[in-house]
C-alpha cells in the first residue's frame, strides 16, 4: 500500500515480487515449451523476446556471484 514505509522501495526490478515472478516465468517457459507451442504468434514471439531477456539476465546475474 502507498502509506507502507517500504513503498518507495517498491520500484520496477527492485520490488520484492520482480525477481520471483521473472524466475517463475523463466521455469514455465523453459520447463513447458510445449505449452507455447499452439500458441498464437504474437505471443510465442513475445515469450521468446522474454527468454532471451531473462537467459541474459540469469547469465549476467552468474558472471557476477562467481566472483
Avoid: S, V
Wanted: glycine residues 4%; aromatic residues 10%.
Amino acid at each position: 500500500a502507498r502509506n507502507d514505509p517500504a513503498y518507495p522501495d517498491q520500484h520496477y526490478w527492485r520490488g520484492r515480487g520482480g525477481a520471483p515472478l521473472n524466475f517463475l516465468t523463466y521455469m514455465a517457459m523453459k520447463n513447458h515449451p510445449d505449452k507455447f507451442a499452439n500458441a498464437p504468434e504474437a505471443e510465442r514471439h513475445a515469450a521468446n523476446i522474454r527468454m532471451k531477456e531473462l537467459n541474459k539476465a540469469f547469465a549476467t546475474i552468474e558472471k557476477h556471484a562467481k566472483r
